[in-house]
Each structure stands twice: as structure tokens, then as C-alpha cells.
């Protein structure tokens, strides 16, 4: 049950677009299209951007996406806002039936 | 509206107890798997347990099997953490979740493990 690897940190300035990786193995995020992306800012509760892959739950802005190949899935912010500053993380379900995140990412708006 | 109440964290001695307790409301309560997720300080999220709409399946992370028991009662819309031989490592906040995916999740309750 290793975390699945997301870089650090990641910053852009407003109106450009960033893309967040989350790299795991053929037991989670190659295996399962159950990748799900939350956002966090701090001293709050994660809050669900992207499930299954690609799907944006309902009130959740069009800048948010997902994506995957092979083993890595990524998230893209497009048009980035002040507001998106905050951590990111990737989780997926795994061949054990269990739940894996990453380490998270610390996203940065200049 | 979906509601999610963590209560029973708090202050605990190395290899002590705890109950943690998760009341939920404005859904259908028995119909959805449920998790536990916690927060070390500082740190990032960890899955710690899951149960089905039933009960009758329950999936752990390694590091809390046979110290750690999720339960639920769906005639009280309630789900639980059972957290025995505690440790300095378990202190968190401890979050619940609906799931799957993990769409809402409770404000979450602090565990503090120190003597």
C-alpha cells in the first residue's frame, strides 16, 4: 500500500493552465478507472474535483480535468484563479480492495 | 442537504482507546459505502478504512489492521471507528466520508495520542 507519487509542489500565474501528476502501478491507477482528485485549502476538508478518471462531480468548474495513461493520471487547471491555490490530491482504489492517496501537491497561483 | 458529524476525538494515553463517531443525514445512509480518512498533522491524506452499505465487507490500511474497527448502524444513520492500542503515530484528524467516490466529507475530529 505505497502512496501514489505527486510532485510537491506546482505554481502557475492566473489565467494559465497547470497539470498535476499522480503516478501509481498496474494495482491501483492502471488498473481501475476509480481515480478521484480532491482539493483541499487549509483547515478545511477535501472537497472532490474529479472521480472515475474524468468526471466532475456537479458544481465543479469546467477548468478542472482528468486524464489518464497507463499508469499515471494527471490533473489540469485551466485558467488558473487565485482561488484554486491550494493542495491537491490523487487517491485510486486498488487490487486489494483498499483506498490509496498520494503525497499531495501544493499548488501555488503567482 | 448531506451532512457529515465526526464527534468522540480527543486526548488519548499511548495504547489507550478511543470510539470515533460519524452521524450522517440528507441522504439515503444504507445505500452508500463509507470511509475513514485521517490527517496527521501537517501531513497528507491517508485512507484508513471503508465499509460496505451492509456491513459485511470492511477493508483496513495495514498500519491499523487489528488495532482499528469500522462498524455502522443504519438505523441510526451512524458509522464508527473503534480505535484501540493506540499510538503517537494514529494522532490525526479523522474524517468521514461517503463513498464511492468520496464525494462528501464531515468537518472532521482531532486525535491527539501523548502521554
Known amino acids: 500500500q505505497s502512496a501514489l507519487t505527486q510532485p510537491a509542489s506546482v505554481s502557475g500565474s492566473p489565467g494559465q493552465s497547470i497539470t498535476i501528476s499522480c503516478t501509481g502501478t498496474s494495482s491501483d491507477v492502471g488498473g481501475y478507472n476509480y481515480v478521484s482528485w480532491y482539493q483541499q485549502h487549509p483547515g478545511k476538508a477535501p472537497k472532490l474535483m474529479i472521480y472515475?478518471?474524468?468526471n466532475r462531480p456537479s458544481g465543479v468548474s469546467n477548468r478542472f480535468s482528468g486524464s489518464k495513461f497507463g499508469n499515471t493520471a494527471s490533473l489540469t487547471i485551466s485558467g488558473l484563479q487565485a482561488e484554486d491555490e491550494a493542495d491537491y490530491y490523487c487517491s485510486s482504489y486498488t487490487s486489494s480492495s483498499t483506498v490509496v492517496f498520494g503525497g499531495g501537491t501544493k499548488l501555488t497561483v503567482l | 442537504e448531506v451532512q457529515l458529524v465526526e464527534s468522540g476525538g480527543g486526548l488519548v494515553q499511548p495504547g489507550g482507546s478511543l470510539r470515533l463517531s460519524c452521524a450522517a443525514s440528507g441522504f439515503t445512509f444504507s445505500s452508500y459505502w463509507m470511509s475513514w480518512v485521517r490527517q496527521a498533522p501537517g501531513k497528507g491524506l491517508e485512507w484508513v478504512a471503508n465499509i460496505k452499505q451492509d456491513g459485511s465487507e470492511k477493508y483496513y490500511v495495514d498500519s491499523v489492521k487489528g488495532r482499528f474497527t469500522i462498524s455502522r448502524d443504519n438505523a441510526k444513520n451512524s458509522l464508527y471507528l473503534q480505535m484501540n492500542s493506540l499510538r503517537a503515530e494514529d494522532t490525526a484528524v479523522y474524517y468521514c466520508a461517503r463513498d464511492a467516490p468520496m464525494d462528501y466529507w464531515g468537518q472532521g475530529t482531532l486525535v491527539t495520542v501523548s502521554s
Open positions: 472515475d478518471v474524468s
